[in-house]
């Protein structure tokens, strides 16, 4: 396949638009937060360091993070043999897809959601998208899954919590879709790297606290979200034993192992103090109310996101849709990914509130300029 990453051919497209002079609103996806002494000093000490060759990634980032599953769900994890460290989630995730479903199989999605297509279809996989519903705010729809599965399907992914809605599923919905995937022999592989951005309602639910012995499970994480970790892409993929054995043999031909330095400034971040990210996971509640104040005013709508960074905008009343309302949007200082990327509508788009207060209300300030323009 050829297709581009719809979030790295995006900011490749508005960085375009910037140098062409157009002025859009700075925001980002991800924390970029510089990293604190204690981690710097934990990459400097590794980088002069030999360390032995773990496949599975270093014990001691393997403990921290049983330790932090322990400590914040009471999930009991054998760090040697139900852990291992990769280069962020959507490396995981490849690598658990190609290890576990066979070729020719089909994976139901259900979407909007994160870029797993291609993924997917490099596994040699085919992918079933099951649309949730802006009215039940983009729920998962466990009935929906279940009228999708034919004798194909093998597996089904889901991201918790959503990206691009920032819906985040219930202990129930999770029940009820591991019932769902037990009863057909599903996998049920889910992306949760947005752990620490729920900013309300019962709050996130690791699938493996729902059901912590199935062998059908798999999880992947990444730092990336929750550790301001992009520079350094870490992340982990958690599983029972038998079922982590196979995608350890298959991430041993896909890379060998995750570089120790990244590692040993993951466990410093993760071990050490962590007042350097209370300031931006404080605000985030504070940044989403901001911008969906604007987005109303401005007289769009969107369901109010109950975790991520991001608020997935109905721009159906501008009367474009797809690449068109891309480009609508950064004419109109905006960066927004449209639906379609997500495998959702192409009359909505994700916008992003990771930036400075005053940044995120001069968002909704465009867009009520926009919403003024289109009116005349």
């Known amino acids: 396949m050829n297709e581009r990453l719809p979030a790295l051919a995006f900011t490749e497209h508005a960085q375009r638009w910037a140098a062409a002079g157009h002025h859009l609103v700075p925001v980002r996806g991800v924390p970029m937060v510089p990293m604190p002494p204690h981690v710097v000093a934990a990459a400097s000490e590794a980088a002069a360091q030999v360390f032995p060759r773990e496949s599975r990634g270093s014990l001691p980032l393997r403990e921290a993070i049983a330790s932090t599953l322990s400590v914040h769900h009471g999930m009991a994890v054998d760090p040697d043999r139900e852990l291992l460290i990769t280069h962020g989630a959507q490396h995981g995730m490849s690598v658990a897809l190609r290890a576990l479903v066979a070729p020719g199989a089909e994976v139901v999605i259900p979407a909007p959601t994160y870029f797993f297509d291609g993924m997917v279809r490099m596994a040699g996989l085919t992918p079933r998208y099951v649309p949730t519903d802006a009215a039940a705010g983009w729920a998962l729809d466990v009935d929906a899954v279940e009228k999708a599965i034919t004798a194909r399907t093998r597996a089904v992914i889901i991201c918790n919590p959503n990206n691009p809605t920032g819906a985040v599923p219930t202990r129930r919905e999770l029940s009820d879709l591991l019932d769902l995937a037990a009863k057909h022999g599903l996998y049920v592989f889910s992306d949760e790297s947005y752990e620490r951005y729920v900013h309300e309602g019962p709050g996130y639910v690791p699938q493996r606290s729902v059901r912590p012995t199935g062998d059908h499970l798999v999880t992947v994480t990444s730092l990336s979200k929750n550790y301001a970790f992009t520079s350094w892409r870490i992340g982990y993929v958690h599983a029972t034993t038998r079922t982590l054995d196979a995608i350890h043999r298959a991430f041993e031909w896909d890379a060998i192992n995750v570089g120790d330095v990244p590692q040993a400034a993951a466990h410093a971040a993760i071990t050490g103090p962590q007042d350097w990210l209370d300031v931006?996971?404080?605000?985030?509640?504070?940044?989403?109310?901001?911008?969906?104040?604007?987005?109303?005013?401005?007289?769009?709508?969107?369901?109010?996101?109950?975790?991520?960074?991001?608020?997935?905008?109905?721009?159906?009343?501008?009367?474009?849709?797809?690449?068109?309302?891309?480009?609508?949007?950064?004419?109109?200082?905006?960066?927004?990914?449209?639906?379609?990327?997500?495998?959702?509508?192409?009359?909505?788009?994700?916008?992003?509130?990771?930036?400075?207060?005053?940044?995120?209300?001069?968002?909704?300030?465009?867009?009520?300029?926009?919403?003024?323009?289109?009116?005349?």
């Open 280 to 376: 931006e996971f404080a605000t985030m509640r504070e940044r989403r109310d901001i911008l969906q104040a604007g987005v109303e005013a401005a007289g769009f709508t969107a369901v109010r996101p109950a975790a991520g960074i991001f608020t997935f905008v109905d721009f159906t009343a501008t009367g474009v849709r797809g690449d068109d309302l891309e480009d609508t949007l950064l004419q109109a200082g905006v960066c927004g990914l449209v639906g379609n990327g997500f495998q959702g509508p192409a009359t909505h788009a994700r916008l992003l509130y990771g930036a400075a207060a005053e940044n995120v209300r001069q968002l909704g300030a465009r867009l009520g300029e926009l919403a003024q323009r289109r009116a005349r």
